[in-house]
């Protein structure tokens, strides 16, 4: 799929065939079916409707489902995402690093800069939990948690590192160790994730940018253009065929910002990057406009994200930094986090 924009005239997004399938044949529908147990929803009222409808079940919050079967109560939760968000701001307050080189394949560059940033002090069993090659199978990322979990030695309290690793400290045992450093994993390695991933989205998609474009208006439209969060599951609920009689009591329902962030009658051509259009528009209640789920249940990393991005962004800015021209196409591979891979940044 080609998107055009000021800097991105000659790029294509080449969209896994599955993406490209929903986006071919679904964009600008309500609502369509699947599979026989699947309803896809991207009409932004019935969507605003049934995010509104319920609190999302336990097993449908991405960072805290449950972790080894075991829940993870919403004030542990918040516990995390509290300490997360304090070595977020104290990673914002450090002078940031001279001579940095920020060139080469991202979001894997972006993604070491920030890990590296926000939790450098932390000890190796930890920080290798934010490799990305983790991503590539659940029992590659459990296999290393339960090694480094069984290692002798443990990290104590107090010790100079960052508040999400101190949480570690609290374990007792190696299935606490295990369960700790599980929810380390979870909350940490999706800001650096998100924000790097994002921030390559919006290189790929427009740079490079005019002097006078806010970073938080690239930002804004790269996330509708490719949602880090393409997709908001619901499993069936007694709520939803009241809502609409096309999903029935046995429907999961699928909500697919992907498409939304499309709609024709949502947006002025769709399809090209323009980071003006947020010059007029509220990002936190345009129909439709969900990159970071619902106003009833927002991600809690947002407000880390978008710091995070635009402080990034502006280093890559100011550093004159751009995709090279040689690559005119960058893949976007079915995963829960979406984005562009293996993008070639040069300096210009």
């Known amino acids: 799929m080609h998107i055009s924009g000021t800097g991105s005239r000659a790029r294509d997004v080449v969209f896994a065939p599955r993406l490209q399938a929903l986006l ?11 599979d026989p147990g699947t309803v896809g929803v991207a009409g932004a009222v019935l969507a605003d409707r049934i995010l509104a409808a319920r609190p999302a079940a336990e097993d449908e919050r991405p960072t805290f489902k449950p972790l080894h079967g075991r829940s993870i109560p919403r004030a542990e939760a918040s516990t995390v995402m509290r300490a997360i ?20 394949e991202w979001p894997h560059v972006g993604h070491v ?14 920080r ?4 990305r090659a983790l991503e590539l199978t659940p029992k590659l990322t459990w296999t290393v948690i339960a090694t480094g979990a069984a290692l002798p030695g443990r990290l104590r309290p107090g010790a100079a590192v960052s508040a999400i690793a101190g949480l570690t400290a609290e374990a007792r045992n190696y299935g606490d160790r295990r369960y700790a450093m599980g929810l380390y994993r979870r909350a940490a390695a999706p800001v650096c994730f998100t924000v ?10 427009g740079s490079p940018f005019a002097d006078d474009v806010p970073n938080r208006n690239i930002l804004h439209e790269a996330m509708r253009l490719l949602p880090p969060s393409w997709n908001v599951l619901r499993k069936a609920s007694c709520e939803y065929p009241a809502l609409d009689p096309r999903i029935g009591a046995a429907d999961d329902v699928l909500i697919l910002p992907l ?7 949502l947006w002025e051509d769709p399809e090209e990057f323009r980071p003006e259009r947020w010059d007029g528009l509220d990002p936190e209640d345009h129909p439709g406009y969900l990159p970071f789920g619902h106003v009833s249940e927002r991600c809690w990393g947002r407000h880390m994200v978008m710091p995070l991005a635009e402080m990034l ?16 196409s960058a893949r976007v591979p079915l995963a829960g986090l979406m984005g562009v891979c293996e993008v070639r940044v040069v300096r210009r």
């Open 24 to 34: 071919r044949d679904h964009q600008g529908e309500e609502v369509f079916r699947l």
């Open 85 to 104: 968000g304090r070595d977020v701001r104290a990673a914002l307050k450090k002078p940031l690093p001279e001579g940095v080189d920020l060139t080469g």
């Open 113 to 126: 800069f920030l890990r590296d940033l926000v939790l450098g002090a932390d000890p190796y069993r930890l």
């Open 128 to 131: 290798v939990l934010m490799d």
């Open 196 to 205: 790097s991933t994002l921030v390559a989205n919006a290189l790929w998609l």
């Open 259 to 265: 498409l939304s962030h499309r709609d024709p009658a």
């Open 313 to 328: 962004l502006d280093m890559l800015r100011g550093g004159g930094l751009t995709v090279s021209p040689e690559q005119t």
